[in-house]
């Protein structure tokens, strides 16, 4: 792709800084993900500093007022960054084509291929060889589906993401949906549109009616062999690393990443934008809200080392007992 | 709709006092929501105390020996009226009408409607302007779907639910399902029909594999602006205020009411019958049992002040050496 | 079905030990619920201390040294018979006619069944009388709906589950999915096939976007009148009793049993392998990781009595002030 930047600068009504001889971008990229032709954005104090260790050469601004010569075009923007991303991000949102026909003529099916009824595949998709697409199937526009995949009924994978080889995504699973991105705009939430992609590994298995959401720009992934059970959330742009294992009804929100060969059991919750590392296990309905190092085996909310916390949770039935007896030493030594 | 109250009368076998002059009754409403020619029923101490308030005209109640000459008609029925629950519902049940088509000849729709394959619209629809409806989405009979709104593939829109103008309904998305709503009828539970509706207001977005129940009697609403993420639960008769963002695989219970712009984070539980307040940010994982008044930060499970919750949370970690300390106190104690 | 020992030894490549008469099994079956001609293994002490236990003729056993002559055959392998499963899975699973149309030739159709647009059903399906499939349902092969049953849109049910009469399945719910099973095959997770069923009794309703998962070996069971709200997952092998209430985003993991006239409030997580009593009642938001006994009323996690558990949350607020009283207290006791 390749968009102007003066439709951008007309759009966002933008003053010019820097390097003024760029005419095209490529896309919209995350600050340390960018590529050279990459526009990228710097709202935070974090990237103001770091100007320079992006590689993208056209960055959007606030009014920095010194601006440094290092051959970048700056975009600056009057209002927070932040309120310009439903703008920004829809004016990169790649348009989809108008339903057709069943299976669209330019998608590729490989050999031996099974569809079912009610197996809808979008333009320009790619089914790999050996897929099997069960009942009621939804591919939308320019997925690619790896050879050997199988997708059971009612599963939905999203514009332009991308499933591996070998995996099996079960009943209901969505793979694409949006990310929860909104900002408020005169108070009102309002949504940024969502232009990253999921990307699944090899060998990945994904459980009945569990959501991956793309990435808000750049992606969510998963990686190799990693399986996720049901009702799993996988919000936008989380990192699931190789061989990990997802237990049914965990949360990981949005940026969290997960070291290979990890496991995280069920019904727990990650919070946002920390790393948890390789070869961690997590209890069961545990509250991850901080990063987590490589090889520990932990549990709880907080959460800790894991026999640390069966003890807690044995004390705490001893809690209201605990008071009856602190009351009675505090008499005790009032009394003295 | 128009049915006859002597038909009801057949149906429950029940007695009437008051005033006889009525005949139709428009349906069955909850007793602060009826209209003049509601019925509505008073099962609890605090219904029956209350008669006056309603402005049904006729009401189903037990054997209260003095009925007040308040020009209302009532049905005095022997059992407990929680038990005639699945005859009285089933009775104002509307029929739905059989398949017939992909897209029902009676069904309206708009301008600029796109279609995709495997979509099912059913009896007496209507479609606003520029909707999109996405591979393998079904609309049951008599739903009505907002100008310019989006619904992604294998969503399904439930009997006579509604959603506004420029929503979002990620895929996999239920609503309008029946509420849980059973009696024990010999013991055994029993389904009471779920006779409301689900209404979605504007500008709302609903996340993949979401669930709206339809209101028991009475509707489920959310209301404009409101944003809700995968996973989440949604009960019968909640009512969920304007601009909210509530975050995936929360639950909120039965009749639960939520005020304007606030936000409950994920994996939070909010129990039924319960008001959470306008402005209100509730944290992760929370437990909500009670009402929350306006304007507050609050997490934790039981719930209370955020920062409060989280010393409590750092304290729990110090709870197996606390209760070693206090038992050195009281041999220290005991000793002297 | 019949499958030649012959062919498995082959496989497994393992040694022959004990009655060598036997030439066919009928399948594979866990230890204690096999038949005499049922294939079922012993890898943990727990069964090779009870190989009388099994009505099973054939045994797949590590190698003991000293094979018991009690009339059995026993296959002797020398790996864990665990990382034999994917291999062992993979011989007992049964091959799936392809797709050929909407309604496959061999399916039986019961009289006065409503069959919406975009519905499958798969080969060698029965279709009770007066069932309805709502637009887009899947039936996958060898499934079996009993009369009067409902199922709402986009609901899946796979291959050769059975779902009883005059059931209700809400919009999205997933019935037979395969369980979380896998091992590490050199390091990689490994998929067992997933050979079992779920089979779901009379006047079950499933809610909407809820998942079954189908057995490892052996079936998932949902007995009568068990109503399960919406979100809830069900793990491979678990048995629920009849008449149970399991509210909304419950999880149950796997082979845990729940007995008769038990309610599981939302969000609660049971831990796998379990058995929880009769006329239970367990609050929302638990935890139970333990057996329970029956007529119980619990709550919390850990689990405990409801009462007690409300104690320790109302505790729990005063724990940073309990904290501060200690430190008092020691000081004071030192200042002595």
């Known amino acids: 792709m390749k968009y102007k930047i003066s439709d951008l600068i007309t ?16 896309g919209l990229a995350p600050f340390f993900q960018a590529k050279e032709d990459s526009l990228t954005f710097a709202s935070d104090e974090k990237f103001l500093k770091s100007l320079n260790e992006t590689k993208a050469k056209v960055i959007i601004v606030p009014d920095i007022k010194v601006f440094p010569n290092i051959g970048k075009m700056f975009l600056v923007v009057k209002e927070n960054p932040r309120t310009l991303m439903p703008k920004l991000l829809g004016f990169f949102k790649k348009k989809v084509k108008p339903f057709e026909k069943q299976i669209e003529d330019s998608s590729k099916i490989g050999k031996n291929v099974s569809i079912a009824p009610g197996v809808y595949i979008g333009h320009d998709c790619v089914i790999g060889d050996n897929v099997t697409l069960y009942p009621n199937v939804t591919i939308c526009e320019g997925v690619e589906i790896g050879e050997g995949t199988v997708i059971y009924p009612n599963v939905t994978v999203r514009e332009f993401c991308k499933v591996g080889k070998n995996c099996v995504i079960q009943p209901g699973a969505v793979i694409g949906s949006d990310g929860f991105g909104f900002v408020k705009v005169n108070g009102k939430n309002t949504k940024i549109d969502q232009i990253g992609r999921a ?14 959401d793309r990435g808000a720009i750049g992606d969510t992934v998963i990686e190799d062999y990693t399986k996720i059970d049901n009702l799993v959330q996988i919000a936008h742009n989380v990192i699931l690393g190789e061989n990990c294992l997802i237990v049914s009804q965990v949360g990981i929100a ?10 995280i059991a069920g019904q727990t919750g ?3 934008h920390l790393k948890i590392g390789k070869n961690v296990v997590i209890g069961a309905k545990s509250g991850v809200s901080g990063d987590v190092a490589d090889n ?3 549990s709880g909310y907080p959460l800790m080392d894991h026999r640390e916390d069966l003890k807690v949770r044995v004390s705490m039935k001893k809690l209201p007992e605990l008071l009856k007896k602190v009351r009675n030493l505090e008499k005790k030594l009032l009394d003295k």
Chains 1, 2, 3 share one sequence.
């Open 11 to 26: 759009l966002l009504g933008c003053e010019v800084k820097g390097d003024l001889s760029l005419e095209y971008i490529s």
């Open 199 to 212: 990307v699944v590994g090899n060998n990945v298995e994904i459980g009945a009616n569990t959501t991956v």
């Open 254 to 263: 949005g940026s969290a990443e997960v070291g290979d060969n990890t496991t």
């Open 270 to 272: 990650v919070a946002g």
């Open 296 to 298: 520990q085996l932990l």
